[in-house]
């Protein structure tokens, strides 16, 4: 089984900042990909940012300079941090990760359970 495991989120005013955090666990042999999706209400899922195992980064253009995703692959864990927040940044973010596990020899994509951020005006 893996999981990934999703904290930070909550609500913040207009220019704040928040960070969150994806943590896999389990039966892993390689984490390749990890990064962040968004949904607003109403709106069809976004990718936000995304850092593979090599370390190249993509982003959003409409996050980019204000956001920025790292990974410490010992800890199997990504992070968002996310500065100048907008209130068009409101939305459930949810993390995933394209990842091999033992024994299995295909990776796959695998989600956290997703969390709010909220931005107020």
């Known amino acids: 089984q893996v999981q990934l495991l999703e904290s930070g989120g909550g609500l913040v005013q207009a220019g704040g900042s928040l960070r969150l955090s994806c943590a896999a666990s389990?039966?892993?042999?390689?984490?390749?990909?990890m990064g962040w999706y968004r949904q607003a209400p109403g709106k069809q899922r976004e990718l936000v940012a995304v850092i593979t195992s090599g370390g190249n980064i993509n982003y959003a253009d409409s996050v980019k300079g204000r956001f920025t995703i790292s990974r410490d692959n010992a800890k199997r864990t990504a992070y968002l941090q996310m500065n100048s927040l907008k209130p068009e940044d409101t939305a459930v973010y949810y993390c995933?990760?394209?990842?091999?596990?033992?024994?299995?020899?295909?990776?796959?994509?695998?989600w956290g359970q997703g969390t709010q951020v909220t931005v107020s005006s």
């Open positions: 995933y990760a394209d990842i091999e596990r033992i024994g299995v020899g295909l990776s796959y994509f695998y």
């Open positions: 389990g039966n892993i042999r390689s984490i390749n990909a």
